[in-house]
């Protein structure tokens, strides 16, 4: 049966993206940034499905969920990004069941192509020391941005912590005696990550010798500061990354998430096991933290081929 012809404004047939994203905000503890791109993606599809003449949560179709995701992949979104708004029309689908909106899910069997493999922008172990001896370095000027610069870096290295976790610490979530930091995560999910004697020093000397010169009455509880003392934002951050990168030689182009890639690597390199990488980092799931494991084989058969006569 031939379908109506489009509306010409997209209606929202579940009755409420607002509802949803209540749905993903509080029941899910979803952060904002996940809430704004899920709710962009399902706009984004209903628009896609009233170009084709579905205006009915009810009409819609597999093969129509797989038009969509096949319309990505031909405008050039990359495989995570298509994997994601997969995860978010499944969750929207599931909760419209959930909730008596819609009586089947037509997204039970939706696959979207697996995430690539490669990490790009991780650090070989001697390019950590050296970005981190050239932050140590460029902090012997006393400017408090600089040495706040080489905390912040230390710590991200150090710990794994994603940028966001990094910028939302306060004073009191760092315990240099015990050399721990306590994170909040994805879905407000609190971790204590450890962290070495360089980065205790480093943040040692922040507190100590260059956030007070920073300190306003809008600094708060925060552990970094910028130039005018309120919280660090993440932009901040990796300009501070970015700009050290480009003094040293032959590093890959990359921000604070390439120390996170790079911490990981060097941990399971050194003999981690993933169930100690995976706590650190904070994965929900295992098979997340074994893309890491990928890299580390791929660097040993790039020198096994490059140093051995016989490769």
């Known amino acids: 049966m031939p379908r109506t012809p489009p509306s010409p404004q997209p209606r929202d047939p579940a009755g409420g993206l607002d509802a949803f994203g209540h749905h993903l905000r509080v029941e899910k503890g979803r952060s904002e940034h996940t809430v704004r791109a899920y709710l962009g993606d399902v706009s984004a599809l209903l628009d896609h499905l009233a170009a084709d003449g579905v205006t009915d949560l009810g009409d819609v179709r597999l093969a129509d969920l797989r038009s969509?995701?096949?319309?990505?992949?031909?405008?050039?979104?990359?495989r995570s990004?298509?994997?994601?708004?997969?995860?978010?029309?499944?969750?929207?689908?599931?909760?419209?069941?959930?909730?008596?909106?819609?009586?089947q899910d037509p997204s039970l069997r939706l696959v979207a192509p697996g995430r690539d493999k490669h990490l790009p922008g991780v650090?070989?172990?001697?390019?950590?020391?050296?970005?981190?001896?050239?932050?140590?370095?460029?902090?012997?000027?006393?400017?408090?941005?600089?040495?706040?610069?080489?905390?912040?870096?230390?710590?991200?290295?150090?710990?794994?912590m994603?940028?966001?976790?990094?910028?939302?610490?306060?004073?009191?979530?760092?315990?240099?005696?015990?050399?721990?930091?306590?994170?909040?995560?994805?879905?407000?999910?609190?971790r204590i990550v450890p962290f070495g004697s360089p980065a205790s020093e480093a943040i040692t000397t922040w507190l100590s010798v260059a956030r007070?010169?920073?300190?306003?009455?809008?600094?708060?509880?925060?552990?970094?500061?910028?130039?005018?003392?309120?919280?660090?934002?993440?932009?901040?951050?990796?300009?501070?990354?970015?700009?050290?990168?480009?003094?040293?030689?032959?590093?890959?182009a990359m921000g604070p998430?390439?120390?996170?890639?790079?911490?990981?690597?060097?941990?399971?390199?050194?003999?981690?096991?993933?169930r100690t990488v995976q706590e650190l980092l904070g994965h929900a799931s295992l098979a997340t933290t074994q893309i890491y494991t990928h890299v580390s084989v791929d660097r040993l058969r790039a020198a096994y081929q490059q140093a051995h006569p016989r490769a």
Do not use: C
């Not at 994603?162 to 407000?188: F, M, P, Q, S, Y």
């Not at 390439?258 to 941990?267: D, F, I, K, P, V």
């Open 257 to 274: 998430h390439g120390l996170r890639h790079s911490a990981a690597t060097h941990l399971l390199d050194g003999g981690a096991d993933l």
């Open 68 to 78: 969509w995701l096949g319309a990505q992949g031909a405008g050039g979104a990359a």
């Open 123 to 160: 650090l070989r172990q001697p390019q950590a020391a050296e970005l981190m001896e050239l932050a140590a370095v460029a902090s012997d000027d006393a400017d408090p941005i600089h040495v706040r610069n080489r905390a912040m870096l230390e710590l991200l290295y150090a710990s794994g």
């Open 212 to 252: 007070p010169h920073l300190v306003t009455a809008e600094s708060g509880p925060a552990l970094f500061l910028g130039r005018r003392g309120r919280r660090v934002d993440q932009r901040q951050v990796r300009s501070s990354l970015q700009g050290l990168l480009e003094h040293l030689p032959d590093t890959p």
């Open 162 to 190: 994603r940028v966001g976790e990094l910028t939302g610490l306060d004073i009191d979530d760092v315990d240099l005696e015990l050399a721990t930091a306590r994170v909040l995560g994805k879905g407000n999910k609190e």
């Open 81 to 103: 990004t298509i994997s994601r708004r997969a995860a978010a029309v499944r969750t929207f689908f599931r909760w419209a069941v959930r909730t008596g909106r819609l009586g």
